[in-house]
C-alpha cells in the first residue's frame, strides 16, 4: 500500500476519480435496494448518485486536460488511511439508518480527502476543484436534506418510519421473542421437575441449564432453517437463527440461575420471582411490537407459563 503523502498530483486525481465512482455504484445500490420498501428514500440516494456522477465527470475532464487519456487505477485499498466500505450485499437487509449512518460515514471520508488532497497539489486548477469538490461534500449532507424536503413528505416520511419498524418488528422482535418465550416457558417444566424430585439447588442447575443451552441450539436452527428470508422479507436466515437462540438460552438461564444458591428454599423462590418478571417482559413486548392488547397479553403469557410451571411441579412431586 502506498501512503497518501507519496501520491503524485496525477495519482491523487485519479484515486479521487476512483472513489467517486465507487461511492456513485454505491449510492445507486443504495437506491436500488430501497426502492421497493422506502421509495421516497430511494430518490434521495439517487439524487446524491446523481451528484457524485458529477463529480466525477468534472474529475475526468481535467485530468484529460492535464495528463492525458490515460487514467492509472489508483483504488481505495491501494491507499493507507481510507476505509474500505462495507459492501451493500453485507448489509442487507438494508435499513434506513444503517443505509444513512453508511451514506453520512463516506461524505465525511471524501470531504476530508479533497481538503488534504488540496493541500498537496501545487496546480492552481487542480487546487481550485478539489477545493470546490470539499466544500461540495462538505454541503452534501445539506443536499440530501433538501431532496428529503421534497420528497420526503411528512405522510411519506410517516408511512417509511412505520414500514421501517415493521421491518425491524419481522427480522429483530419476531424472532427474539420467539425464543424468548421458548426459553422462559418450555425449560419451566424440566426445571422445577428437576427441582422437587431431587430438592437440590445443584441438580436443578445442571438441567435447567442443559435444557436451556439445549433449546436455544434446537430453535436457534429451527428458526434459521425456515425460510430463506427471500419471499418473506424476514431477513438473513442465519441472523434470525442466531437471535433466536441467544434469547431461548437466555430466557432459560434467566430462572436457572438462582439455583446455584445452596439454599433449596430459597432459590425456589428467586426463580420464581424471576420467572414472574421474565413473564412480565413478554407480555410487554406483545404488547408494545405486536400491538397485543396488555390485558390479553399478560393473560396468554400468564397461562402458559403457569400450565407449564404446574406440569413441572407435578411431575417433580410425585
Known amino acids: 500500500m502506498r501512503t497518501f503523502d507519496s501520491l503524485s498530483e496525477r495519482e491523487i486525481l485519479a484515486l479521487a476519480i476512483s472513489l467517486e465512482e465507487e461511492d456513485e455504484r454505491i449510492f445507486a445500490d443504495f437506491a436500488e435496494g430501497l426502492r421497493e420498501t422506502f421509495p421516497a428514500s430511494a430518490s434521495v440516494f439517487d439524487g446524491m448518485r446523481e451528484e457524485e456522477s458529477g463529480h466525477r465527470r468534472r474529475l475526468i475532464e481535467l485530468y484529460r486536460e492535464r495528463f492525458g487519456d490515460h487514467i492509472p487505477l489508483v483504488r481505495r485499498q ?81 408511512s417509511e418510519d412505520e414500514a421501517d419498524r415493521r421491518l425491524f418488528v419481522l427480522q429483530i422482535v419476531q424472532p427474539a421473542l420467539a425464543g424468548l418465550m421458548d426459553g422462559s416457558v418450555s425449560t419451566l417444566a424440566p426445571l422445577f421437575a428437576a427441582a422437587f424430585a431431587t430438592q437440590n439447588s445443584w441438580d436443578a442447575f445442571v438441567v435447567g441449564l442443559a435444557a436451556s443451552i439445549g433449546a436455544g441450539i434446537s430453535m436457534g436452527f429451527a428458526e434459521a432453517l425456515s425460510d430463506d428470508g427471500s419471499l418473506t422479507g424476514r431477513g438473513h436466515p442465519w441472523i434470525r437463527g442466531f437471535v433466536c437462540g441467544i434469547m431461548t438460552a437466555l430466557g432459560g438461564i434467566g430462572h436457572t440461575l438462582p439455583f446455584l444458591l445452596s439454599n433449596f428454599q430459597t432459590a425456589t423462590v428467586i426463580s420464581v420471582v424471576v420467572v414472574i418478571i421474565e413473564l412480565a417482559i413478554i407480555a410487554y413486548i406483545r404488547h408494545k411490537y405486536m400491538d397485543t392488547p396488555p390485558l390479553a397479553a399478560a393473560l396468554q403469557v400468564g397461562l402458559g407459563g403457569a400450565l407449564v410451571f404446574a406440569a413441572g411441579a407435578l411431575i417433580g412431586s410425585s
Not at 78 to 104: C, I, S, T
Not at 126 to 148: F, P, T, V, Y
Open 78 to 158: 491501494d491507499v493507507k488511511g481510507l476505509v474500505q466500505p462495507k459492501p451493500v450485499w453485507l448489509l442487507k437487509p438494508l435499513g434506513l439508518e444503517k443505509v444513512r449512518n453508511q451514506a453520512a460515514a463516506m461524505e465525511a471520508e471524501i470531504r476530508h480527502f479533497y481538503e488534504k488532497a488540496a493541500l498537496r497539489t501545487t496546480d492552481a486548477r487542480i487546487r481550485m476543484l478539489l477545493g470546490d469538490l470539499a466544500q461540495e461534500e462538505r454541503s452534501h449532507e445539506h443536499l440530501a436534506g433538501k431532496l428529503g424536503s421534497k420528497e420526503l413528505t411528512p405522510d411519506i416520511r410517516q
